[in-house]
T-cell receptor, first 113, second 110 residues
């Protein structure tokens, strides 16, 4: 099992550009999450999904969109990138509920200039 | 005020020392997680607990639900334990969302 994979590892965007952060898991987990981690701050939940076709907003959803067309994939879309979106983004998954162990991807470092 | 507070923020210790990292939370929870973030950035789940104590190798996690407090202990610390340790809580049973602390940066000096 590869676990949770994320691409790209690192990306530089110009203000106003758009991009999609990819996340995939091969553990047949229903629950998937997107977090951002800013320096000195705890992880913040952006969006989450409890299964294919079902997504919901987390704590900091503005400027982002997600989709969940399959159990395996949970891409995060940034539209009109802003410097405030400079962060490290982590995707995670868990088998049942958020109360179960979450498995994290390696992260994507995004710099918006 | 953050719902999850960790202390200390930074901790430097000599190899072999007994380490304690604390986590306090302000809401009722159904589960508390301890995570380890390596210097390279990867995050690994260490423990999930809702009562009592769990042990894995040199790591021990305890939780006191009444006092809303958890501790992570490392015995016989080693330089490879150097990492950021993160506490996270799930507020209500069935709630998918976790609230994270800001982490404790641990450095073990040989």
């Amino acid at each position: 099992n590869a676990g949770v994979t994320q691409t790209p590892k690192f990306r530089i965007l110009k203000i106003g550009q758009s991009m999609t952060l990819q996340c995939a898991q091969d553990m047949n987990h229903n629950y998937m999450y997107w977090y951002r981690q800013d320096p000195g701050m705890g992880l913040k939940l952006i969006y989450y999904s409890v299964g294919a076709g079902i997504t919901d907003k987390g704590e900091v959803p503005n400027g982002y969109n997600v989709s969940r067309s399959t159990t395996e994939d949970f891409p995060l879309r940034l539209e009109l990138a802003a410097p405030s979106q400079t962060s490290v983004y982590f995707c995670a998954s868990s088998s049942l509920r958020g109360q179960e162990t979450q498995y994290f991807g390696p992260g994507t470092r995004l710099l918006v200039l | 005020k953050n719902e999850v507070e960790q202390s200390p923020q930074n901790l430097t210790a000599q190899e072999g020392e007994f380490i304690t990292i604390n986590c306090s939370y302000s809401v009722g929870i159904s589960a508390l997680h301890w995570l380890q973030q390596h210097p390279g950035g990867g995050i690994v789940s260490l423990f999930m607990l809702s009562s009592g104590k769990k042990k894995h190798g040199r790591l021990i996690a305890t939780i006191n639900i009444q006092e809303k407090h958890s501790s992570l202990h490392i015995t016989a610390s080693h330089p490879r334990d150097s990492a950021v340790y993160i506490c996270a809580v799930g507020a209500n049973f069935g709630n998918e969302k976790l609230t994270f602390g800001t982490g404790t940066r641990l450095t073990i000096i040989p």
